[in-house]
């Protein structure tokens, strides 16, 4: 260990990475196109030590008055769900609305929910990184906690909805002493276990292995100020980062390879969770397109979830200039994408319902329509399908109000579409002896809000004691280099100079550094050339 | 039922005991090492005389209270535990006295099963029959007679009863024994003994018999028509064609049991081999509400109550011009059925003489009168009209009702004894004969309960249940039942033989205990060796014949076959005498109710009738086969009656009668197929007894109770019940409906009572207005034509591709089958498979969250519309598909299939995913959702022991009985002798009064099952879906008009 004060780690780390001087250009001006290779994507002509002060500030001082009200809130929520779900398992499922025919309503609805919330972190992390979306940079660190953050709360209800929850341990194929009994591996439950504990696992280390250059750089700026757990366990969690040139070479591979290895993962695993409906008889249920719509599905609830996360963390953390309107832009755009893929497969399902020549069939569709949960269906288009087609207006995309709306808005069509599909096929399916109706108790209702509490509780926390911006990662993508040259008439050089001594000491790429970075993960050489 | 499987010993002793003895008996020794066949040493020496000194110690340390530790001092020899007694007895529940077996395990009855040897109920037993099994075991049963409200001790009871009764004989008063229809010779005896003896020491004694479910107008009419007060014995197994004029003969009339034996007696549907027809050729039902009955007849038509009568006169005079004579009826009114329809019926009945039958359910002398002029003009007497054995199910005389009471208001009456009716809470007027029951100077209630009468009389003396003593029944001459007790009585109760034997006027006087009170079983014998013995008849032989191997045979087959025409104090004496026209008189008119007023209608449920299954939780939670309500009466309304109203299902609505300042608020059930002038309210809720199930169903902080504290269940009706006209009468006419606009959720355990999808969706899905197939209906024209033939929906079934290999069934394959024209849907079974599978009851609010536990349903759905509604009902179990859905979704394989075909839920293994019943097609899987309450220790003697009680988070459903499956599986391999067909009967199928359901192998190709699955009605619910299930139904046939009638 050595005086990381005078060369931040991560600074080294940054060049190191995907640092790619671009040429400045006056805001809004030019095609779009030229834009978004050469905008820069920070905003703020940031120099690396200022990203390090911005990301590490709210970590440093006190949370502010507005952090705490947050976290009372949710806290509060969370601990409402945690009653409810406390009293849920001592007393029975029965305080449950589910009856003889709906068997799974608000619980496997808020599984499927979440799973779907934690699509946005790996995709972010892990597509768009093999993808070279450098955009990506500002957005991931945060989506991969919202990822496991989500993943635990969606965990949650596998869990509780069982009858019997403390013998949850049996869907684990273990060596036991029960003579034959095992698991069945035909059952879909059985693969929901398997894909959720194994995007979790795999979500968790790719998250972690991000996070490393950047506890470096925490633990290194803790230093100076304490010794005291938090150092401990910096130091214990950053792994003995050095930040040479082999650590770094070492790192990006392993994040590639991580990478390669998310990737699947974000198909399979909403895929899987599909399953559970497209493998089963029950109509509505029994739908090939299942798995790439409720992938599409995921990313699209996902990405909408990122965007009202860093919408309020872009204003209550003071990062506009990290998360700017470009990325906004950017995801919207995405949203839009998996929007109408999400319509479309909206359609196609009424599209087969009415030519599959199945009554079943149809009427389920009729049902789901028109019966008695139909003010769930139309909210669902109204919110999946129709809403977001507003992002095709590039004002739109770049309002950021109206955005967050979308945003909240989509989420909640999302979990209408997860409900419509569960409980508008449950209810009525082959006899019509058995239809019934549903609706949710008080224990429901606070359990799925408790999760919301978890959920913000967890980001609130994680907001306070991580990095919620990679800061390895962003300063690969700072202007700074170019500023470098052009300092002079830029209205933010008296800014930077007050920081005389980090941009001095920034190294420029060497030859050595610079065969990782295109390997990493930068179109970096196809940049420069442009 | 194997004979050798029951018993002629009388548990009740020794054995009977046992029952409350709950908890094993510790044993008093530890287990002390005996010596070594080694030999021992030193050290082991010691360790053992130290280990038997502590052991001594310790056992003596610890003194098991006797009451719960003393086994049998010898094993009794029927009893082997965990081994089931069976013993013949006969039912209680209502006169109409059905043939029972009792099955008791280790000296407890824990099952009621009809005996297949009783003439009358053919081995069915009924919804109420089964579940009196629970009452036997209910708490709130008086353990000992009360005076005044507290416990007194029999012998001072008796002495003061005694003292009562002598002041009252002795002055000349008036004493009076009112009792429900009593059945048994020797009961009957002795009531007229006992009233003799005190009529002898000076006392103005009657008897005075009624039912809450009063006949009294058939035996009137037929004193009038015939000069003989009889209730005819109704043969429907004879009938070919049947008119019904709101006889609910199926569901709760006279005998439903013996009834719907009869109706579903198979007949040849036609020539040439044609298929037999469980059922009558053409039933037609003319009736105001939508009855069990109508539901089940090829055509229904609603008639108003007022219109009955008039129907019926012009039915009469078309059938009297078919036989060529005129009865000079005179100018009638417009018949109130189409003419059409009158000669239509006019025609059958005529075509059919001899083997029709026409029935009525009125209660109005004139009418029956007419239905006896019908009966008399088809040649019916004597063939399906049996007088010459008439029924004594129904012995109830309402004039002489009418008398009593009349005399009890004046204060007539000094000294009254009341016993197996409770009058107060059945009859109009309740509170005022609650006042003059408490102004007689005694007043005496045999209830079992606190009952209202109870409450209104001074001294309570309980009697049994009836499983607990010996009693005999002979509801029709030449059925003589001597059933024997299965248990010794919980309470000190004693039966009303030994009752009125100890308050007979020859042993007043006498000191108390000097005159031993006659028990009933020696009453009975007594009885039965003079005057039932001489009566016996050839046809069984009784090995030795004398009394005891004829008494023997008669305890050991529940039912001794005597000649019916001798003895019977109806006997011989006096015959009906030839049939009197000129008694006839016609009904010229209709009354209809006025503008924008109701007729109301109140009518017995099932299971509840008039009140006499309300206090039991499990008839309460058995859902009406027509309305599907659970836990109370509703007002039912016609759809346009609703529709005029402005109400829905649900909705409180306040009804009044004209000249009635009570209002009664019921919630609204829109019944269709109901007369549109016409409002139908049940009997039989209200009753404070039942206020007990507030606290029924799992406790939690959403919970809303079934009743309101101290509330009872339902609203009781009978105030408006009317005694007039010398009979009690169950309609009213001048009703005014007003809608109160709150609600009261319906717990109905079926939403959507239609085969077609709604409408507003069904024009959305191709053939959306058809039917779907779950519940199939031929028309019997079709079935004889064969067009069922070839097996349809079997077609394509070799093509459907699985990913699995199929099960391959080298021994038995279970199945069942379920012929769908023979299910009536009275719900016996449903009640009987409760009471084997130790299905839980699950109170009101959870019914109403749609999480009713039952195993077995029965689907009903409405068919046709408008005045054409019918409806069609289908047994709805575990399907136990080949290719289950459940099987393969299970995450730990807690629901596997069997070796044998069975879809086996594994309950201690199940984690309550629910993914199962998700996929379940048929929706029959059950969830505990809560740990269901077993606090109530003596009602859990009724639970099976083979049957484990399910814990909460665990998925149920049925098992096909799989324990009887066992257990006749081991009994067959200890006799080393093949597993015969038949031999294995499940729950729902022995209790069937209609022999709809079928068990057996569908392995073995000459087995019942295996011939019924290729029966030409032949389907499988869902077959589409490949789920091959073991459960085949046979296709409803109903011979209806739009289906070509034949």
Known sequence: MYDAALTPRGDRGASGSTWVPEPERPPESGEPRDETIRRPLIAGDKTPGQVTDDVARPMAGRPTALWWMAFFASGGVMTTGVVAVAYQIATGIGTWGLNKTVGWAFDITNFVFWVGIGHAGTLISAVLFLLRQRWRTSVNRSAEAMTLIAVLCAALFPLIHMGRPWLAFWVVPYPNPRGSLWVNFRSPLLWDVFAISTYFTLSAVFWYIGLVPDLATLRDRAADRARGLRKKLLGFFSLGWDGSLRTWNRYEKVYLLLAGLATPLVLSVHSIVSFDFATSILPGWHTTIFPPYFVAGAIFSGMAMVLTLMLIARKTMRLEDYITLRHVDAMTKLVLLTSSIVGLAYGTELFIAAWSDNPFEQFTFANRLFGPLGWGYWIMVACNVLIPQLFWFRRLRRNLPLVFAVSILINVGMWFERFVIIVASLERDFLPSSWASYRPTSIELATLAGTFGLFFTAFLVFCRVLPVIAMAEVKGVLSYGRRAGAAADSGVAPETAREPAEPDTVPFPTPETVPTAVAAGGSSFEEVQT | MPRDRRNTRCPGGETGGAARRIGGPPDVAGPVPAESRRGLDRRDFLKSAGFAIGAAFAAGCHRAPVDEAVPFLSQPEAVVPGKAVWYASACSACPAGCGTLVKTRDGRPIKLEGNPDHPLSRGGLCALGQASLLGLYDSLRLEAPLDDGDTTDWAGADREICA????????????????????????????????????????????????????????????????????????????????????????????????????????????????????????????????????????????????????????????????????????????????????????????????SLVVSGSQDVEVQALVNLLNEMLGNVGE????????????????????????????????????????????????DLAAALGRAELSVSLADHRTATAAACRFVCPEPHFLETWRDLEPVPGVAVVAQPTIRPLGDTRPLIESLAAWSATRSGTDD????????????????????????????????????????????????????????????????????????????????????????????????????????????????????????????????????????????????LDGDLRTLELPVRVQPGQHDRVVAVALGYGRIGTARFSGVGPQWIEKRPTVDTGQPVGIDASPWLRLEGGALRYQRTGLAVHSTGRRRELATTQRYDRLEVPARLGRLVEHGDQPREAARTLGLAALLAGENDGQPTEDGAEHRATLWAEHRYDGHHWGMIVDLAACTGCSACVVSCQAENNVPVVGRDEVVREREMHWLRIDRYYTGSGERVSAI?????????????????????????????????????????????????????????????????????????????RSRGVMEKCSLCVQRIQEQKIEAKTAAKPLEDGAIRTACEQSCPARAITFGDLGDPESRVARLAHDRRAYRVLEELNVKPSVAYLADVRNREEDHRV
Not at chain 2, 419 to 428: K, T
Not at chain 2, 909 to 927: E, I, L, Q, S
Request: glycine letters at 10%; aromatic letters at 6%; charged letters at 25%.
């Open chain 2, 164 to 355: 009562a009764l002598e002041r009252v004989a002795a002055r000349g008063g008036r004493l009076r024994l009112l009792t429900g229809s009593l059945t048994g010779p020797t009961e009957r005896a002795a009531a007229q003994r006992f009233l003799a003896d005190w009529r002898a020491r000076g006392a103005d004694t009657a008897w005075v018999t009624y039912d809450g479910l009063s006949s009294s107008a058939i035996r009137q009419a037929h004193e009038r028509t015939h000069g003989r007060g009889v209730l005819p014995r109704y043969r429907f197994d004879r009938a070919d064609v049947v008119v019904s004029f709101g006889a609910d003969f199926l569901g709760t009339w006279i005998s439903p049991v013996e009834h719907t034996a009869g109706y579903r007696t198979p007949r040849p549907a036609g020539i040439d081999g044609s298929p037999t027809l469980p059922r009558p050729r053409r039933h037609v039902q003319l009736e105001a509400r939508m009855s069990l009955t109508g539901t089940n007849a090829d055509r229904r038509v609603p008639l108003a109550p007022g219109e009955t009568g008039l129907a019926i006169t012009h039915l009469a005079e078309r059938v009297s011009r078919r036989a060529g004579t005129d009865l000079g009826f005179g100018e009638l009114e417009a018949a109130p059925l189409d003419e059409a329809l009158l000669d239509e019926l006019a025609d059958e009945l005529w075509n059919a003489r001899g083997a």
């Open chain 2, 384 to 431: 399906t009209v049996d007088l010459e054995r008439p029924s004594a199910q129904r012995t109830g005389d309402d004039r002489r009702l009418a008398e009593l009471l009349d005399e009890l208001r004046r204060g007539a009456v000094d000294a009254v004894v009341v016993s197996g009716v409770d009058p107060v809470a059945e009859l109009p007027g309740g509170e």
């Open chain 2, 513 to 656: 205990g000097s005159a031993e009170v006659p028990s009933a079983y020696r009453q009975i014998q007594d009885h039965w060796r003079a005057h039932v013995f001489p009566r016996r008849t050839g046809r069984k032989p009784y090995p030795s014949g004398d009394f005891q191997s004829f008494w023997d045979r008669a305890v050991h087959d529940g039912v001794a076959r005597v000649d019916p025409l001798i003895g019977l104090e109806q006997g011989t004496a006096d015959r009906p005498g030839s049939f009197r026209a000129e008694a006839v008189r016609p009904v010229a008119t209709a009354s209809r109710p006025a503008l924008g007023r109701f007729d109301l209608v109140l009518y017995p449920e099932v299971g509840i009738l008039d009140g006499r299954g309300a206090e039991n939780p499990w008839l309460q939670e058995l859902p009406d086969p027509v309305t599907k309500v659970t836990w109370g009466n509703v007002a039912s309304l016609s759809p346009a009656a609703a529709d005029e109203l402005g109400v829905r299902d649900g909705d409180l609505v306040g009804l009044s």
């Open chain 2, 873 to 949: 009902y289908q047994p709805m179990l575990c399907q136990h598909c080949d290719n289950a859905p459940c099987e393969t979704v299970c995450p730990v394989l807690a629901t596997v299939h069997s070796s044998e075909g069975l879809n086996q839920q594994i309950y201690n293994r199940c984690v309550g995913t629910r993914y199962c019943a998700n996929n379940c097609p048929y929706k029959v899987r059950r969830f505990n959702w809560f740990d269901y309450p077993h606090e109530d220790r003596l009602q859990n003697m009724v639970l099976n022991p083979d049957v484990v009680v």
